[in-house]
Nanobody, 127 residues
Framework: QVQLVESGGGLVQAGGSLRLSCAAS????????MGWFRQAPGKEREFVTA????????KYTDPVKGRFTISRDNAKNTVYLQLNSLSPEDTAAYYC????????????????????WGQGTQVTVSS
């Protein structure tokens, strides 16, 4: 089992920044590729970004490219999501997820690939 706990969400004005963290426990963190998803009210959960086990490969959904940055610190068992230039359209609950990855460089964009999920942290962007 892998336990994931997100933190760092909050209320921010448009154009502002937040840094989300996801702390993992229970298994060897470096064996897991990680992802961030978000779900806005009335909408389906959508992929935001993902990072490989070794932190070298990343993947982003187009709306967040150039604004959001995913990173990880395997020594701290933590994955981060830096959110810059936020807009009201970014308002959502943000979830981190983990998948046991065979290859160090693999990244996963599909929610169905992930076996472990956190409880989410709310990001609200005011206009």
């Amino acid at each position: 089992q892998v336990q994931l706990v997100e933190s760092g969400g909050g209320l921010v004005q448009a154009g502002g920044s937040l840094r989300l963290s996801c702390a993992a426990s229970g298994r060897t963190f470096s064996n897991y590729a990680m992802g961030w998803f978000r779900q806005a009210p009335g909408k389906e959960r959508e992929f935001v970004t993902a990072i490989s086990r070794n932190g070298i490969s990343t993947k982003y959904t187009d709306p967040v490219k150039g604004r959001f940055t995913i990173s990880r610190d395997n020594a701290k068992n933590t994955v981060y999501l830096q959110l810059n230039s936020l807009s009201p359209e970014d308002t959502a609950a943000y979830y981190c997820a983990a998948v046991r990855a065979l290859f160090e460089g693999s990244v996963y964009g599909a929610a169905a690939s992930y076996g472990y999920w956190g409880q989410g942290t709310q990001v609200t962007v005011s206009s």
